[in-house]
């Protein structure tokens, strides 16, 4: 029993020599990474009194342009969109015969 205890203390000796080297590495990186932390920090600190008036900050900043189209011209787009796409259709569905029956149906000489 004696060779088990000895094995267990060397292991145990071992796990903490290797822990204490991960600890000190650890607060190695975090001192590190605390020194850039504040090294970041510094350089972004901005002097409150040297700052411009918020009028010049916010004066240069463009309107996005709106234009403003009344509800009976929408109306009228609309149709004119609905009626087109239905010319559209009768001219695909019907071809050259319904630009036939349209001249048959409207002689130009009896216009004028």
Avoid: C
């Amino acid at each position: 029993m004696s060779q088990q205890a000895k094995k267990l203390e060397d292991q145990a000796k071992e796990l903490r020599s290797l822990l204490n080297e991960v600890e000190k590495n650890t607060d190695k990186e975090n001192a590190s990474d605390e020194k850039k932390a504040n090294e970041g920090h510094r350089s972004r600190e901005v002097d409150i009194l040297n700052l411009p008036p918020r009028k010049e900050i916010h004066s240069n900043k463009k309107a996005p342009t709106h234009i403003k189209i009344s509800v009976p011209f929408k109306r009228f787009l609309l149709i004119l969109t609905v009626l087109l796409i239905l010319m559209l259709g009768a001219y695909l569905w019907f071809g050259e015969d319904l630009i036939q029956m349209i001249n048959n149906a409207l002689p130009l000489e009896e216009l004028i």
